[in-house]
């Protein structure tokens, strides 16, 4: 959803001498932000609302621009504007064919069939299966795409088709591939070009992205400008300053992240889901926690409102259950039966007769942010009747304790794939099954939902009335814009500048010939 700031007074703005119009304030709440005062400025008039010829964004020089090497959320912000991929999600999680012409799907859901558009490159090559295969192989030895790949056994040529082939029966494989594709030359470069709207242009006064004159794909972009401007910064108050005192027309931060700086001028501010996952999980070690009443009563004792708004400026969203709440996995009335209810946490820890228990609580304190969220934590459940003991451990240390169970409960946090896949926690040789969470009933949940999306809510009722899992958040990222520049931005998930190709994944599918 966009977020409009409020302005102060012109006297205001020259006491403080912002490059652009101050703000009034700037109040996060559990469901979002508060403005303050109605905007007093002149009102954008539709005419005002064409985006600008120029345009710049910020980026870091030094870091690399490939899509399976950069894990910064301020060059991925270029990727929607240089590269494709075979399907694209939107902000609601609705999947739209990008690359990918159309598609076919066995009888048994375990082999999927993809044939491309009569795409290009940037370079006018044409994009061919075999670029496909070799993006989505180098992605698979990704640390930020793996995740994805857990139950693929295979990805190959056939033809002028992709062919991928899974362990179990799968029924949203698309939205797992909104990865971007490269020529098969270039998957391993730190610059390499794509079949996107844009392409990096280099200079001897600095690099721009340069819109394609004859781009294959006629979509409509949020933005229009020609050449993109960009600014090589070095942090993130680099970014902000460049903002607030220059000519910058977007911004991208992580108010979830140690170096977020606040901004404190006039601008448009909207919200993009990033699919980072923050919850507690216990130890199966843990005398305290081998009480199931107790560990799934842990979901009442945290009052993730106050959490989204002390803690990430209402750049989250609050999760009951361990999916994001704009996905279609998301149950809101399953989700009401697990929300925060302190008196059903410290009924159940009186039940059980813990209050003079030591309970040790993990947390990475590499992670200032996360740190101080557990110390919240730790409020509420000592509130609870809890006799909490904080164990704060950093590098080599906690990796230690979190895999030999050194504690009793521990604040986790994890990227999801977009389908909202928890096999790697319930996976007995899962990369998530920290504290011996994996179980085989639960798994099998996992594959039953994979198979079935409609499935989601069994297993989320099985975890949260087991307390195999205690979610907490979703995060976001903060976008910043100039005000009434892009009247059309919908960021969406990895996609900060998302457009429609018009087509539908309905009408993408083909049927399958016996």
């Given at each position: 959803?966009?977020?409009?700031?409020?302005?102060?007074?012109?006297?205001?703005?020259?006491?403080?001498?912002?490059?652009?119009?101050?703000?009034?304030?700037?109040?996060?709440?559990?469901?979002?932000?508060?403005?303050?005062?109605?905007?007093?400025?002149?009102?954008?008039?539709?005419?005002?609302?064409?985006?600008?010829?120029?345009?710049?964004?910020?980026?870091?020089?030094?870091?690399?621009?490939?899509?399976?090497?950069?894990?910064?959320?301020?060059?991925?912000?270029?990727?929607?504007?240089?590269?494709?991929?075979?399907?694209?999600?939107?902000?609601?999680?609705?999947?739209?064919?990008?690359?990918?012409?159309?598609?076919?799907?066995?009888?048994?859901?375990?082999?999927?069939?993809?044939?491309?558009?009569?795409?290009?490159?940037?370079?006018?090559?044409?994009?061919?299966?075999?670029?496909?295969?070799?993006?989505?192989?180098?992605?698979?030895?990704?640390?930020?795409?793996?995740?994805?790949?857990?139950?693929?056994?295979?990805?190959?040529?056939?033809?002028?088709?992709?062919?991928?082939?899974?362990?179990?029966?799968?029924?949203?494989?698309?939205?797992?591939?909104?990865?971007?594709?490269?020529?098969?030359?270039?998957?391993?470069?730190?610059?390499?070009?794509?079949?996107?709207?844009?392409?990096?242009?280099?200079?001897?006064?600095?690099?721009?992205?340069?819109?394609?004159?004859?781009?294959?794909?006629?979509?409509?972009?949020?933005?229009?400008?020609?050449?993109?401007?960009?600014?090589?910064?070095?942090?993130?108050?680099?970014?902000?300053?460049?903002?607030?005192?220059?000519?910058?027309?977007?911004?991208?931060?992580?108010?979830?992240?140690?170096?977020?700086?606040?901004?404190?001028?006039?601008?448009?501010?909207?919200?993009?889901?990033?699919?980072?996952?923050?919850?507690?999980?216990?130890?199966?070690?843990?005398?305290?926690?081998?009480?199931?009443?107790?560990?799934?009563?842990?979901?009442?004792?945290?009052?993730?409102?106050?959490?989204?708004?002390?803690?990430?400026?209402?750049?989250?969203?609050?999760?009951?259950?361990?999916?994001?709440?704009?996905?279609?996995?998301?149950?809101?009335?399953?989700?009401?039966?697990?929300?925060?209810?302190?008196?059903k946490f410290s009924q159940a820890v009186t039940m059980a007769?813990?209050?003079?228990?030591?309970?040790?609580?993990?947390?990475?304190?590499?992670?200032?942010?996360?740190?101080?969220?557990?110390?919240?934590?730790?409020?509420?459940?000592?509130?609870?009747?809890?006799?909490?003991?904080?164990?704060?451990?950093?590098?080599?240390?906690?990796?230690?304790?979190?895999?030999?169970?050194?504690?009793?409960?521990?604040?986790?946090?994890?990227?999801?794939?977009?389908?909202?896949?928890?096999?790697?926690?319930?996976?007995?040789?899962?990369?998530?099954?920290w504290g011996g969470v994996n179980d085989a009933g639960t798994?099998?949940?996992?594959?039953?939902?994979?198979?079935?999306?409609?499935?989601?809510?069994?297993?989320?009722?099985?975890?949260?009335?087991?307390?195999?899992?205690?979610?907490?958040?979703?995060?976001?990222?903060?976008?910043?814009?100039?005000?009434?520049?892009?009247?059309?931005?919908?960021?969406?998930?990895?996609?900060?500048?998302?457009?429609?190709t018009g087509k539908t994944l309905e009408n993408a599918k083909?049927?399958?010939?016996?």
């Open positions: 959803m966009k977020r409009l700031l409020a302005t102060v007074l012109c006297l205001c703005l020259l006491l403080c001498g912002c490059g652009k119009s101050g703000v009034d304030s700037y109040k996060p709440t559990g469901d979002g932000l508060d403005y303050g005062p109605e905007h007093t400025g002149p009102q954008t008039t539709p005419e005002q609302n064409d985006t600008p010829e120029s345009f710049s964004l910020a980026y870091y020089k030094e870091k690399t621009l490939n899509p399976y090497q950069c894990n910064d959320f301020t060059n991925r912000a270029l990727f929607s504007l240089l590269y494709q991929s075979l399907f694209s999600i939107d902000r609601e999680y609705n999947v739209q064919p990008q690359l990918c012409k159309n598609y076919t799907v066995s009888q048994d859901m375990k082999t999927y069939t993809f044939t491309l558009e009569n795409a290009t490159f940037s370079d006018g090559k044409p994009v061919t299966a075999k670029d496909v295969v070799a993006s989505l192989t180098a992605a698979k030895e990704s640390d930020y795409y793996k995740g994805r790949f857990f139950h693929i056994n295979e990805i190959s040529v056939q033809g002028q088709s992709v062919i991928i082939t899974l362990n179990v029966p799968y029924e949203d494989l698309p939205m797992l591939l909104d990865i971007p594709i490269l020529p098969e030359s270039q998957v391993g470069s730190e610059r390499p070009i794509g079949s996107g709207p844009y392409v990096l242009h280099s200079a001897a006064v600095g690099d721009s992205l340069q819109k394609r004159e004859n781009w294959w794909c006629k979509a409509k972009l949020p933005i229009n400008a020609n050449t993109i401007a960009l600014f090589a910064a070095t942090n993130a108050t680099d970014i902000r300053d460049q903002f607030e005192f220059s000519d910058l027309t977007l911004a991208c931060a992580d108010p979830g992240s140690d170096r977020y700086v606040d901004y404190r001028c006039d601008y448009e501010l909207w919200d993009a889901e990033n699919g980072t996952f923050l919850y507690l999980a216990t130890s199966k070690d843990s005398e305290v926690f081998q009480n199931v009443s107790v560990r799934s009563s842990l979901t009442y004792a945290i009052d993730r409102a106050t959490i989204v708004k002390e803690f990430y400026r209402g750049f989250a969203a609050a999760a009951t259950l361990p999916a994001s709440p704009s996905s279609p996995y998301y149950s809101d009335v399953l989700a009401q039966r697990y929300s925060y209810d302190p008196g007769n813990l209050e003079q228990t030591e309970v040790i609580f993990l947390v990475n304190k590499d992670d200032s942010l996360r740190l101080r969220v557990s110390r919240s934590i730790q409020k509420m459940l000592k509130d609870g009747g809890l006799n909490v003991t904080m164990k704060e451990l950093s590098g080599n240390s906690y990796l230690y304790a979190l895999k030999n169970r050194q504690y009793d409960i521990y604040l986790g946090q994890t990227r999801l794939s977009p389908n909202m896949d928890l096999s790697a926690f319930f996976h007995t040789y899962g990369e998530l099954s798994y099998a949940l996992c594959l039953q939902a994979l198979e079935n999306h409609g499935n989601y809510f069994t297993l989320h009722k099985q975890i949260m009335d087991q307390g195999l899992l205690i979610p907490v958040l979703f995060r976001n990222y903060a976008i910043f814009t100039d005000r009434g520049v892009i009247p059309d931005l919908a960021p969406a998930r990895d996609n900060l500048f998302y457009y429609s083909l049927e399958t010939k016996e």
